[in-house]
């Protein structure tokens, strides 16, 4: 069983290697029964970062599973969607930033770690004000 600690460690270790740059990492209280949400910052950037149960605990593949919803959103131009910045499989993570430049950062994490951590359609949890 891990603690706060160790998922913190391996939330840590796995933004290093996806991003190569120091980050604060704040963990999104609530939300999903089996997964983590955290909030990334890197200098001016921003991310969320999602840590999936490990196989183990769950035997279904949900990041590749959401990797590929994802990806399969972003090829289509669904640009309200957060795009995959990157994919970590062997600690289990996934990070995430806003579908377009002109995309607030902030709201778009929120938004992510709503939807992957509650996994109902968005439009079901009401508006979220972006400007």
Known sequence: MQTDSTRLTRAYDAVR???GAPAEIEHLHGGGRNSRIYHV??????FALKQYP??????????STEVGALNLMESYRINTVPRVA???RERGFVLGF???PEDR???AVRILAAAIADQ???RSRGRVQTG
């Open 17 to 19: 290697a996806l991003i």
């Open 41 to 46: 910052r890197s200098g001016s950037r921003e």
């Open 54 to 63: 490990s196989r183990s605990d769950d035997p279904r593949d949900r990041l």
């Open 86 to 88: 990157g994919v970590d």
């Open 98 to 100: 806003a579908g377009t």
């Open 105 to 107: 950062i902030a709201p």
């Open 120 to 122: 109902r359609p968005p």
